[in-house]
């Protein structure tokens, strides 16, 4: 598991797209979907329903987010205390 993996997980979740996560964070398309796809494998699950081009969050990603969100902020937190230091 990697936290750039879980990042993308949460924009993925918030725009509701590959493509615009994929915008916002300056990367292609495919290293979004191979970051979830990893991320997926090392979580032993699948996150997101796909049907086609439709995207919507799985049971079990519905319950991972939470966690995703408080991981990445828990990062950025650390982040921020150690560079006071």
């Known amino acids: 598991m990697n936290i750039d993996h879980i990042e993308s997980f949460i924009y993925v979740v918030e725009y509701k797209s590959v493509h615009k996560a994929a915008n916002v964070l300056f990367l292609s398309q495919p290293t979004i ?19 086609g081009r439709s995207l919507s969050l ?3 990603g519905k ?5 995703a969100r408080e991981i990445v902020s828990l990062y950025r937190k650390s982040q921020t205390e150690i560079q006071k230091l």
């Not at 319950?63 to 966690?67: G, R, T």
């Open 33 to 51: 979907s191979a970051r979830i796809k990893s991320l997926e494998e090392s979580l032993n699950v699948k996150l997101f329903i796909r049907s």
């Open 63 to 67: 319950h991972f987010l939470p966690y």
């Open 58 to 60: 799985s049971k079990e």
